[in-house]
């Protein structure tokens, strides 16, 4: 099976993995946990990072993110390469607690607003106007505490959204929800990510939702990740299912 990358030949290429491998040291002894991965995502588009747990698929995200340097190869974000965390890439963790505890929910999503040189007035705004778009106007004025799970992810994905990103990194976001508020929040996810065409890349173990969420999905082979398979999400749900399916679980 090729594992070459199919993605359509678009010069305006937000992202840009070009063969990376990433290793680690603990106790002494080196691990390679990613080698030689590569893909792009067009300006636009929605990629899932898929695989079996120790794949790599959170630490090559990181690595996206500017908090890990690459061993070998070079990552790319509109051609400029990522060589520490920037407000061109915000990060959603599966962490329900990421908000800052002592700020209201409308300070949370302006703050990285802030940090970037946005006014006070832009900050507030454009904080107030992506609080609107994930439906907590009614929680305007509480604190994380306050709140349910899926408040606090809806809090954290309006956050994201309102630093315009070249490209919003998620990992394994809805992972501590239940069922129906983690369908609720990726059928949300897709049409906010539609309207703002605003470039994402997805961690998920969940075969489900990455079908549901991605339009490409990268499956990666289990420890060291390397790229497996890419496949265009454009085929019938069953046929789709299955082929990850099989990927998923046919022998190493």
Known sequence: MSTLPAMPSINNN???VCDVTLDYTSHGKITR???????????GQRL?????????????????GGFLQATEGHIKVYGRPVQAPGPDRMIIWQDLDQLLPWKTIEANVA??????????????DRALYWI???GLDRALGQYPHQLSGG??????????????????????????LDALTRH????????LQEESNITLLFVSHDAAEAIRIGQYI???SPHPGRVKALLHNNKPGNEIEEQLHTLLFESH
């Open 14 to 16: 937000a992202l840009e």
């Open 33 to 43: 946990a990613v080698e030689r991965v590569s893909f792009v995502i067009p300006t």
């Open 48 to 64: 899932v990072l898929m695989g079996h747990s120790g794949c790599g698929k959170s630490t090559l995200l990181k690595a996206v």
């Open 111 to 124: 703050y990285p607003l802030l940090l970037a040189g946005a006014s006070k007035t832009d900050a507030k």
């Open 132 to 134: 609107h778009k994930v």
């Open 151 to 176: 408040m606090k992810q809806r809090v954290a994905i309006a956050r994201g959204f309102a630093a315009k990103p070249a490209v919003l990194l998620m990992d394994e976001p809805f992972s501590a």
């Open 184 to 191: 609720q929040l990726q059928d949300e996810l897709i049409a």
């Open 218 to 220: 990268l499956v990666l």
